[in-house]
């Protein structure tokens, strides 16, 4: 439950430290204390004052963020699920998502690497509010490492809530198209531009980009947001050849869950953007 400074003055004794001074405090011990009990339990209550907007002002002049972003990089679980928790529950403040942005490689670096499932459950938590509030380019964070991440996670935990978490936001597949495809599709459509065809050689071959497209369609359809979903408007930009024989990595990350959901997409090969979009969709058709 958030603070009011009234009920904060209510509740501190006259003679009682109060909620800034304490802050530095622990910021201060972090760094001179050699105990690793002293430590964990320093950065438990950091992170639980990170939970409270009043507090947000006072962590950031004791510089209790560098401390968040120290546990990250030691080996103990206990600092490293502190330091993500705390990041997770202060990440709506502007300054600190200023400072998140900066630190963007250590946070996503340290959910790419952990077998831990709660640290594993903030992160996804951390990664759905900095999304959903515009406040990181989606380009920096979901990187190809993080998504293949999230998707293993989805795929084998048996934790309702990072199951959640994770599907809510992505759903990611990994296509090889072959010369086969494309006279398929070609035979489907009348689309026989020679483009696609072996009058050019391998590397320079391109995918039809209404086939990108149908593979996100059905994805949209039948995994995220799933079966019913009727797509009602589109916008989308071929940023470059999509070339055959190369893993391609198609995303649809679903920003808006509703009767109207919105959804972005994209398709990658070695790491560059080849297709992407975004869409309007209407779900949950009976």
């Keep these: 439950m958030f603070s009011s400074h009234r009920h904060l003055k209510r509740r501190t004794p006259d003679q009682g430290i109060d909620r800034r001074e304490y802050i530095g405090h622990l910021v201060d011990e972090y760094y001179t204390t050699t105990n690793v009990e002293a430590l964990e339990q320093v950065t438990a209550n950091l992170a639980n004052f990170a939970y409270d907007p009043i507090n947000w002002p006072h962590l950031h002049e004791a510089e209790a963020f560098d401390v968040f972003i120290a546990s990250l990089k030691v080996q103990n679980q206990n600092l490293q699920l502190h330091g993500i928790a705390a990041i997770c529950n202060i990440c709506l403040d502007k300054a600190a998502a200023e400072l998140i942005r900066e630190h963007l490689s250590i946070i996503s670096g340290l959910f790419v690497r952990t077998d831990h499932p709660v640290i594993v459950l903030h992160s996804l938590a951390l990664f759905y509010q900095l999304l959903n509030a515009g406040q990181v ?44 495809d494309l006279e398929q599709f070609a035979q489907f459509t009348g689309d026989h531009n020679y483009i696609h065809t072996l009058d050019l050689p391998v590397e320079e071959r391109r995918v039809h980009g209404a086939l990108l497209n149908a593979v996100v369609a059905g994805i949209m359809g039948t995994k995220l947001p799933g079966p019913g979903t009727v797509v009602l408007e589109q916008s989308f930009k071929f940023l470059k050849p999509c070339r055959i024989e190369t893993d391609t990595v198609v995303t649809v990350r679903l920003l808006q869950s509703r009767k109207i959901s919105t959804a972005e997409y994209d398709c990658r090969q070695n790491d560059e953007i080849v297709f992407a979009g975004n869409a309007k969709l209407l779900t949950r058709i009976t």
């Design 137 to 180: 380019d989606k380009e920096l964070l979901l990187t190809p490492p993080l998504l293949k991440g999230v998707q293993e996670w989805r795929q084998k935990s048996h934790d309702q809530r990072i199951v959640k978490l994770s599907s809510l936001q992505q759903v990611q597949v990994v296509k090889r198209f072959t010369q086969n």
